[in-house]
């Protein structure tokens, strides 16, 4: 056999095969470390045999070892009491039924130290010559970090939804066009006005044309993002309304 250029065809064969070999170690590696920043773990369930195998960072989100029951009735035993019968229903008769995708989030409590987290399942239906499904392919997320931030978000919302519908003080949402977005139910009241009207008028239709100081501080606050003082504003009926004027429109009706 030949040499080409110094090195023999077994030789270059034997080098791509490493170079190959090397790539593909470092994808790998590569693609655990991107799973396990995301907490994204696989999956392959054989429905066949009612069983199924996991991938390290899977295990890790379960909370499981090598001994785990990877059964089907050892996956609903890690899904939260509360959710067992609504995430056997969802396999059986959607997915599996119905032949639709596995996409659901829910709760599971880990085996090993029993701690409530959230995850979003996903899944791809295998079928064999007959059309029946015979395995199912997918991936496990832990989401509880977006769960915990959705929650702080919901009751935050909850609490300025509190506190606008609650408050003795006019409260509006504008934008700086002059736009209202909302009224308060005390700022309808005080006003004399719909929040639709608010709405539909903007900040023109409680604005007293003869007060020339709520241009100044509306045109200060655009760039200062803020204004404070005493202001004219005017009711639906033209009764000029003397009100204290603060950050974000909030208005106090005065004696």
């Not at 270059?12 to 470390?33: F, G, H, M, P, W």
């Not at 769960?147 to 702080?152: C, H």
């Not at 900040?203 to 044309?209: K, N, T």
Request: some cysteine; overall charge negative; aromatic content about 6%.
């Amino acid at each position: 056999m030949k040499e080409q250029n110094g090195r023999s065809p077994v030789a270059c064969d034997v080098t791509l095969q490493k170079q190959a070999e090397d790539a593909l170690r470092e994808s790998e590696e590569l693609l655990r470390e991107a799973q396990m920043i995301a907490g994204l773990g696989t999956y392959c369930l054989d429905i066949i045999a009612g069983t199924w195998s996991s991938s390290d960072i899977l295990d890790r989100i379960f909370g499981i070892d090598e001994t785990f029951d990877r059964s089907v009735s050892g996956w609903v035993s890690l899904v939260h009491p509360e959710e067992q019968d609504m995430m056997l229903h969802y396999v059986t008769d959607e997915v599996l039924g119905k032949r639709q995708r596995f996409d659901r989030e829910y709760r599971i409590i880990r085996a090993d130290d029993g701690q409530e987290r959230w995850v979003h399942g996903m899944g791809r239906l295998e079928s064999n010559e007959q059309d029946q499904p015979v395995r199912m392919i997918g991936t496990i997320q832990d989401i509880s970090g977006r769960k915990q931030t959705e929650e702080i978000l919901r009751a935050s919302e909850e609490k300025f939804r509190l506190l606008f519908e609650k408050s003795n003080d006019a409260i509006f949402i504008t934008i700086p066009d002059g736009s209202i977005l909302s009224a308060n139910p005390e700022a309808c009241r005080m006003f004399g006005m719909t929040a639709e009207e608010f709405q539909q008028g903007g900040r023109s239709a409680i604005i007293d044309p003869s007060d020339d100081r709520l241009r100044v501080a509306l045109e200060s606050r655009t760039r200062t993002g803020e204004f404070n003082g005493e202001l004219n504003f005017v009711r639906k009926n033209g009764e000029v309304l003397p009100a204290d004027g603060g950050a974000g429109a909030r208005t106090q009706e005065r004696d």
